[in-house]
């Protein structure tokens, strides 16, 4: 019993770092239709400036000025690359393949740059861990949690409550009834993309941080498995994310747990639960977990 | 809204990035004319690809730019070092050495349009990193005779002629560290042991050593499967302590085998762990888990450490250390040194018989039956189908040391190994 609920812990830490990489993909596609493949570079961005800057400005300052400079990054993306020519929603798609080149020649330059290091951000946790009667959590996993729930009552709040919230939603549901009612659809997308930008940089901390060794080339990569979270959880919404995302968390630690048992299944299992479950949940619900309303009315 | 009459744009778009990129591809394929063509040269000596009047040439292909990118800058420089001093000396055969140097970012594809376009004219290559790419490259090299030291050490690359594993293969290691165990670590008949591994060549590799050994000691072995970018084994730890593993090994790279440490001392599974040689990097040292991979941590490898007393390591580290000032010394330095002199001495028997034709220089290889560079234990080349060397060193992290690790035990050969050998036929 204590193996199945250390798993699920491990599963539910997982999950919630995941979930912060997911909610950029939400919120991205939300704004402007796009599936951001190269959020996983710009996950590796802002986990190498924290890392090259934690020495000379603390962990906080570095993070700091890692979520900017990657919010702007992407900011800048989205103004410079993707949105040039008309304002069409239906052009998302070549904006989803603009987006793969994008990332190839962003992890092409910081893998070059990182090389073969393994590198430390610099986090406040170090190897600490907190026991919870048999089982122990490491503290940078609590502290995901900690930020994913932030971050995802927070995106919530902002999506329902401001103005620019209401404005996404509007633009989400309507571009062109939204652009005629006066919402600046550049600017909506824009923020959105800047905010998914940090978070990104958010993320990169808790992926390198103690049960991992630190920052790699191929850190990045692992945004990839928030991509099925993302989508089983509708693509649309934020509780959707964090509830897909930790479906897969602990899809991944059961499975890696219970390895020897699953072997029937074959080698390599692991690799394809994930999306094993992603095809499961659209088999039954084929808009994902939480699909946006308007996708289900008719 | 009509979307309709927009749709055929999406396939226009795809088709045209399908043809740029076929484009792309086909100039990458240039190919190459065959090298200067074989024939004695005024000194008597046979010649053929890559080998002049005056220069021997050699090829590497390397990851400068890719996951392996440290270890490869290693091996290049200090094969560099070893033509710089061979050709201060007067080089080989009165030829001096040039080494010929493409990097693939391990990359598979990469890597055969390099071979491609270097192949015509080298006589060996004495850097070949990625198991993947060997595994591409293996026919090629195999038909053009071209003797290759793989920096891979999967058993599957034995039995070729011209492709020199050097020093022991994965499940010689993992042998050895099972044989370790029950010697110095106190593990019993009918205990347990963890094995994280790599899917693909290594890991099988290693898993074939472990299952082996473990069974002739009375030994159970829990296997956990993982691939290179897990690097978080909170999942596998738990896996582990629930199989109540008395110690475990790992077959992987060294983000997974600080992970694996790391978690498992702060869940208070401390056991020993050991790792093949490719599991470690110096790097470590600097991370989170430094000190539990102290405490719990031990390599095997067939290669002693950087910091060994061996009077030739010591000699090669304090030149490397002079010739690249700031670059660390970890054991791709050694390694790749140790492949340069071997392959040295192999071009020295070559000439005395007279030729430097590619099929000749592999012979010269497989007629060396005690090959020591003074780096390490001799190795003997001339079973094709068995590794070089059995003998393996069980060192130890420690940070303060040249290339993070020491020694803990000398060279030795596990027992069992023999029997295993001649079990596998």
Redesign the interface.
Known sequence: MT?FL??VL??L??GAVYALVALGFVTIFKASGVLNFAHGSLLLLGGYLTAILHDDLGFAGALAVAVLVTAAVAGAMDRLLLQRGEQDP?TA??QT?VTIGVDIVLVTDL??RI????L?LGDPW????TSLGPL?V?DSRLAAIAVSALAIAAAFALFRFTPWGLSLRAAAEDA?AAALMGVRLTRIRTVAWCLAGGLAALAAVFLAA?????L????G??ALKAFPAAILGGMASPAGALAGSLLIGLT???V?????ELHVLG??F??VAPYAVMVLVLLVRPTGLFAAKGATRV | MNVTHHRHRIPKAALAAALSALLIAGTGCSSKADGDGAGDSADGVKGGPGVTEKSIRLGALTDLTGPYATLGKSIVQAQQMWADETNAQGGICDRKIEIVVKDHGYDVQKAVTAYADISPDVVALPQVIGSPVVAALLDDIERDEVLTFPQAWAASLLGKDPVQVLGTTYDIDMIAAVDYLTRAKGLKKGDTIGHVYFEGDYGANALEGSKWAAQRAGLKVAGQEIKATDTDLSAQVSALRKAGVKAVLISAGPAQTASLVGVAASRGLRVPVVSSAPGYAPQLMKTPAAAALEAMLNVVSAAPAVSSDLPGVKRMVAAYQKKYPGSPVDSGVLSGYNAAQLLGADLKKACEKGSLAREDVVKAHRSQKNADTGLGTPQDFTDVSRPASVSTYVLKPDGKAVGGLVGVEDAHSAPGVEEYLSSNG
Not at chain 1, 115 to 118: F, K, Q, S, T, Y
Not at chain 1, 126 to 129: E, H, K, L, T
Not at chain 1, 210 to 214: E, L, R, T, W
């Open positions: 193996g250390d798993n491990t599963g830490a997982l239906r798609h070549v393949i893998a070059r090389g073969g290091d393994l430390s170090g190897d600490a861990v122990t490491a062109e103690f049960p991992a060794p630190g790699e080339r191929t850190t990569q692992i991944e630690a059961l890696a747990g219970y390895q020897t080698e390599g692991g690799d």
